[in-house]
């Protein structure tokens, strides 16, 4: 039977996927490459199953084949060093944002189950939008 996978593990997993430096990236590889820092290689299916690590995945698959993995190099220091700020900056924002977005959803999900509302309910579709002309009534 095989191990589950830690929070730790999963983070470790996910960095993996994201440095990946190979032209290509398969499940196999990526088990024989987890298999160096996990005590047991794990199978496709079991790193596939963590909805996370299946999204890093694919986002990594569909990166090396739109060839976005070759970036090209900054002319000088001073590009480069402007350039990482700038990202740093971005990445501390949208940071923020998510955490923010997070405490939201708790507060939501508390006053959802306060008022009884189940997930069923929450999950209903959107009504469609009627883009028909409405004459408004003159009184």
Known sequence: MSKKLTKKDKVLIINTIIGWSEPGITWEELCKECSTFLDHKPSRQSLSYHKDINEAFRSK?????????????????????????????KNRVLEEENRNLKQQFVIWQYNAYKHNINKNILDEPLPPIDRGRSDRKLI
């Open 61 to 89: 698959k569909n990166g090396i084949k739109n060839n976005q993995n070759n970036f090209k190099k900054p002319s000088s220091l001073a590009i480069a060093s402007q350039r990482i700020f700038h990202l740093e900056s």
